[in-house]
Nanobody
Framework: VQLQASGGGLVQAGGSLRLSCAAS????????MGWYRQAPGKERELVAT???????SYTDSMQGRFIISRGDAKNTWYLQMNILKPEDTAVYYC?????????????????????WGKGTQVTVSS
């Protein structure tokens, strides 16, 4: 299983960016997916989560500005970030947990691991 995050970049305050995450591998189901971010000198913090059932949650500072959604392609999800602020500058990481995969012998495996994509840098200038 691999996660690939993309879409970061440099944007002015008030602007928007959309991050994408694509999970590859023999994945049949993802129970929980989302985004974390880590700013320089700070701990990694949760940004948004999305369950397989479509339930979303956001950290308070992102509520109303960020939107997490599933993509049309299987095992993809997005983070639409609007009204960006300089304090949103960070490396953004996508994650997935609660995976159901199929092993090479055709056996379904429910995986309790957390999977992470390599981060994508978001820089918001003032």
């Amino acid at each position: 299983v691999q996660l690939q995050a993309s879409g970061g970049g440099l944007v002015q305050a008030g602007g928007s960016l959309r991050l994408s995450c694509a999970a590859s591998g023999s994945i049949l189901r993802i129970d929980d997916m989302g985004w974390y971010r880590q700013a320089p000198g700070k701990e990694r913090e949760l940004v948004a989560t999305l369950t397989n059932g479509g339930v979303t949650s956001y950290t308070d500072s992102m509520q109303g500005r960020f939107i997490i959604s599933r993509g049309d392609a299987k095992n993809t999800w997005y983070l639409q970030m609007n009204i960006l602020k300089p304090e949103d500058t960070a490396v953004y990481y996508c994650y997935a947990r609660g995976l159901t995969t199929m092993d090479p012998t055709g056996v379904l495996v429910v995986d309790g691991m957390d999977y992470w994509g390599k981060g994508t840098q978001v820089t918001v200038s003032s």
